[in-house]
Each structure stands twice: as C-alpha cells, then as structure tokens.
C-alpha cells in the first residue's frame, strides 16, 4: 500500500483550517482508494471505489485478491476471541497468536466478511465492531464468485500449463502460466495478496481487476499454490 501526503490544497475548505494533516491511500489496481484527514483527535476517512458502477462487495470480488489460506474454525475463534476481549489490535498483536501471515489473513477476512469486524484505516488496527449480533453464515454471504467457480473446474481439467514461479524479492512472487491458451502473469506479495496481474482474455481486456480477477489468473495462483505445497488438489480449490 502506497501512502501519501496531499498538499493543503487538497485540504477540503469545509475544515475551516483544523485539518492537520491530509492522507491519501492506495491499494493497487483494482482496490479502493481513501484519503484520511487528521483533525486533531479526530480521524475523517472517506473510502472510493475510482469507478461509479463498482459496488465495492459482489461486483468487486476484493475477496478474491486476497491470500488463499484456509484457516481452520479454531483458528478463527482465537482471533476473534482476542479482538472481543480487547476491542481492538494491531497487526503486530495478532501475529503470535497465529504466525502464518496468509492465514492470519484468511482470518481476517473471514471475519470481516462475516460482519464481526472492521479495519480502522487511520490507526492500521482491526476492531470489535459486530454489524449484527451474529456472524453471516455461507448461504447469507451468497454463492461463489463466477470466475472462482470456473477457477476451480480449470483446475480439475488441469488446464494450466507452463507454470512458473520468480522470487522478486521485497515485492514477492512473480506467476507466470499459460491457461486455457490465455498468457498470464500475476504478483504476489509475501503474504500471498495479489498485487498486480495481467491475462489476454476478454474479462481482463474488458476491466483489469475493477471487477475482480479472472479465472485464468485465479487458477495460475491457486496452481502454484497446490505445487509449493506439493498437493494435487487444495481443499480451498474444490469446496
């Protein structure tokens, strides 16, 4: 994530000059934008999508970007027990308690998908903040993505051929794989969080990553994900 500061300029006139500082994140292609205004004690964060027909949740897949991790059931409830019980943690105070940073993950989007929690951008932690008393359960959250579903039958075809996998160093892994004709390219981060990716298909050609990935680049992450830890078939390819 990309974080910057705007000149006052950019310094909304409604302030009335109490605004101290003025942020602007960035979370790649394909991810919302938000600038954070400072004011004092208080923190004003406004989030946009960059596009008016995105409605951030379905149509954006923002799930699919991020890693591939399976946490198990008890994994989730330690997380969620520590953040009920001191309301909210920072990444650094989670991590003993599961050290696997893509699981960890896996368990925080698990829960904020779920409605149990959310990410305080201004102060980089993650709150208690129930959106209802219970969390969503599969048949509420919906059915899969399309282009997951397709994803996963590429994989039982073992439709991905040529993979290759590049260390990049601090920026992570580089994917590249031919699948179903189409050349792919995709970058993970070192947590497993798709960074940046490219396909010759017409889903890609047509949005990018506005609409989420396409089954191409999913299937080339989830391959490479099956051959590093030496499985034919990944239990979070085939649910």
Known sequence: MQVRFL????????????????????????????VVLRC???????????????DWTRSAALDLMAPLAVPEEREIQQIADLLHRQRSCSLLQLQPV???PARLGACLTHLAGTGQIVHDLASDRYRWRQVISRALGEAEKGPDHPELIASRQILRERAVRKLAASDQGKSGMLLSATVEGQDCEVLLNRDGQL??????????????LRQ????????????????????????????
């Open 7 to 34: 000149p006052s300029a950019f310094i909304p006139a409604w302030s009335n000059g109490h605004v101290d500082r003025a942020e602007l994140h960035l979370l790649g292609t394909g991810m919302p934008w938000f």
């Open 40 to 54: 004092g004690e208080m923190r004003f964060t406004l989030g946009l999508s960059g596009w008016t027909t995105n």
């Open 98 to 100: 599961i050290g696997d």
């Open 195 to 208: 960074r940046r990716a490219k396909c010759d298909c017409s889903w890609f050609r047509r949005g990018a």
């Open 212 to 239: 989420g990935p396409c089954r191409h680049i999913l299937a080339t992450r989830m391959a490479y994900q099956q051959e590093r830890d030496g499985l034919t078939h990944a239990v979070w390819t085939l649910r």
